[in-house]
Structure formats: C-alpha cells, structure tokens
C-alpha cells in the first residue's frame, strides 16, 4: 500500500485516476463526448473504488457522486449521457451542458499499469477504451517537471509554491552549482520547463545553452531589458543561433510588473502551466 500511495503522488492529476484503475476492483471513468461548456477537457478521467470514493477530478462533486452510484450496477463498459439529453431526469449539470460518459467497471488492468510505466519513465502512453465510444484511445503526456536555477527568495518561493500545487520542481541554488559550468545529472524532455532566477546574471550563459540544447517546452530567465541585452549578447558570442536564444521569456510570468518573490513565483508558474497544457493540443 505504501508503494501504491508514492506512485499516485508521483502521478498527479490526470494520471492519478489511471494508477488508481490499476488496483482490482477499481472502475473508470472517462469523458468522451462533451456538449455546451464544460471545466473539464475531453478524455478527463475519474477512477471509482469499490466503497463509492473517487480519485481524479471531473466536477464540482455532484457529478462524481452519481457516477460512483451507477457504476455500483454495472458489469460491462458503457457510454452513458449526463445533463442535457440524458434519459435520467433526475441529475443535471450546474454548467446546462451534456456529458458522454465511458464507464467501465473493470479497465484493462494491464493496459493501465503498461500507461502507468510509460508515464513514470516520462513517455508518452496511450490507454484503449472499450465498446462503442466516440473517443477509442486515451493519450496521456509525463506530468509536467520544472527545474529552477538561482539564487535567493525568488528561488525558494517557485519551489514552495510548485510543492503545494502538487509540481515536481528541481530547485537548484548556485551554491551547487559551478560557475560556467553546465548542470550535471540533469536533462530536459519535452515536457519540462527550465526557468533561470538568478540576480548575477553571468551564472546562466552554460545553463541556458545547455537548455536551449535541449527539447524543454519552456524556457524563461528573469531579468529587465538591460539583463536581456547582456544575456543575448552573451548567448551570441557562444555561437548560440539567434533563433534558439528568442526562445528564452524574458521577462517571465503573466503579471508585468512583480514585487514580491511569491508574486513572481505565481505569474511564472501561471504560465508554465499554461504552456504546458496547450502541448496537448
């Protein structure tokens, strides 16, 4: 049970109800077809334990009452409809929109634990849904990972607040770092975002080349114009491509102006977070 309970930490929010379908007993829940507007994106996911609770989030709680409640009565997958155009006059969405909803009372535990494997080792993975649903494959991307480099509060505030939010975050102060060195044991795939937070900015040059190099959705360093002039001119005479150096945010974060360490922390994550839900297209 412990290890079960460190994989689901490790997997959260879309990929929590999919380690959870990996346990017997454990049905699934997904949305396959969504009519009007509605909080949650298609193929959003909730896994149901055989005593009614849920893991996974695909409303305000109402919704995942009934579902618990229905799936009690079944044996077999089936598409049903929630809200707008149900049958059932007795359930309707706060939204007035209409959900289709797979539910499958015994998932594929194979296929699932297969997903799960994938994920953890930060592959994409896709997962088959049974019967006649509009949707026949679910695809789920590695959770979204941070490294921060820097120094100082502004460091110290993006790690607490990716902790609370749930993010994996490798926050690396300068004392661990070698000045003009790159990071070691350290590599950015496609679904990491790399942020610098230094105030001395001649720290980042070998790290920004190094994530540059790199397949990270997301590259930012904070600073004001006359730091990135310095950083861009620095970049250049390492022979850094002009195109790969207008990849770097600068300056980082939705908020223009920020004056605190956890104001900043806040806008930067905003939007890495924003970023990285558009890769699902």
């Known amino acids: 049970m412990q290890a079960e309970a460190a994989l689901q930490a490790q997997l959260a929010g879309d990929h929590a109800a ?7 007993g454990v049905g699934l829940c997904t949305i396959v077809g969504i009519e009007g507007s509605f909080s949650r994106k298609l193929g959003a996911q909730l896994a149901v334990f055989p005593d009614g609770s849920t893991v996974g989030s695909l409303s305000d709680g109402c919704l995942e009452a009934q579902l618990a409640s229905d799936m ?6 089936q598409v049903r409809r929630y809200g707008a155009g149900a049958q059932a006059i007795d359930f309707r969405l706060p ?3 209409g ?6 009372p015994v998932p594929d535990r194979a296929a699932c634990r297969e997903a799960v494997t994938k994920l953890t080792a930060r592959h994409v993975a896709r997962l088959h849904l049974p019967g006649t649903a509009p949707i026949r494959e679910r695809q789920f991307q590695p959770a ?6 820097g120094e100082g509060p502004e460091l110290a505030a993006i790690g607490r607040l990716a902790a609370a939010m749930g993010l994996e975050c490798d926050a690396r102060d300068k004392t661990a770092l070698s000045l003009g060195s790159l990071a070691k044991d350290c590599r950015f795939d496609r679904w990491t975002a790399v942020v610098m937070l230094f105030h001395d900015h001649e720290w980042e040059a070998p790290l920004l080349e190094q994530a540059l190099s790199s397949e990270a959705f997301y590259v930012g ?7 990135r002039i310095q950083r861009t001119l620095s970049l250049a005479s390492r022979n850094i491509e002009e195109s790969r150096i207008a990849r770097i945010r600068s300056p980082i974060g939705l908020i ?7 104001t900043l922390a806040l806008s930067a994550l905003a939007e890495m977070v924003g970023d990285y839900e558009r890769l699902y297209g």
């Open 221 to 227: 360093a904070q600073g004001g114009e006359r730091a």
């Open 256 to 262: 223009p102006t920020c004056r605190s360490p956890e």
């Open 95 to 97: 939204c007035g929109g």
């Open 72 to 77: 009690r009565t079944m044996t077999a997958a």
């Open 144 to 149: 979204l990972r941070i490294v921060a480099f």
């Open 18 to 24: 999919l380690s959870a379908a990996c346990e017997p």
């Open 99 to 104: 959900l289709d909803i797979l539910l499958d």
